[in-house]
């Protein structure tokens, strides 16, 4: 499939999207909770007589779970971010393989910010010629920015993306 055709299903792919998001996060997380719950009590509580006496019916047992539950999840979510590695490293992984980290976003960036960035450069660079204030290092430093900025602006990549081949 060539990238043109797959351009024409781009409601598709953001409509899967949105259904995994929705389905992943919302749906299957009460699901999820509810059913953990069902089988605990009806599995592990039912058929342990000492857990029985303590927990004669679901609902105390439900709120307990949840009362208890639902601070513990904060708390791990919380260490998860805040205290562990493991956030850090996800965040990598997504750093990399996001496309517009190596090309303009649409919008603001690609309209306005880097076309009034490549503007100020080339006064600026006007300005300091004639003052003879460059080096010939910094020329060719202004040089490369030029084009990193040039290529950006016309839909280019720059840096190294992994994925740039699948997109």
Do not use: C
Request: net charge positive; charged share 20%.
């Amino acid at each position: 499939m060539k990238l043109g055709s797959l351009a024409s299903f781009r409601w598709a792919f953001r409509a899967w999207y949105y259904f995994r998001l929705g389905y992943s996060t919302y749906l299957t997380f009460i699901l999820g909770y509810v059913s953990t719950l069902i089988t605990v009590y009806y599995l592990a509580i039912k058929n342990i007589p000492d857990l029985l006496t303590i927990f004669p019916h679901f609902v105390p047992f439900a709120v307990l779970a949840t009362v208890t539950g639902v601070p513990s999840a904060v708390l791990i979510g919380w260490v998860h971010l805040k205290r562990s590695k493991l956030f850090t490293s996800e965040l990598d992984v997504t750093v990399e393989a996001n496309p517009y980290n190596y090309k303009l976003t649409p919008g603001i960036m690609s309209e306005v910010n880097m076309p009034l960035m490549l503007l100020q450069l080339r006064i600026l660079r006007k300005l300091a010629e004639t003052g003879k204030l460059l080096t010939d290092s910094e020329k060719a430093e202004i040089d490369e920015m030029e084009g990193k900025l040039s290529k950006l602006l016309e839909g280019g990549y720059v840096g190294a993306p992994r994925r740039q081949n699948d997109m």
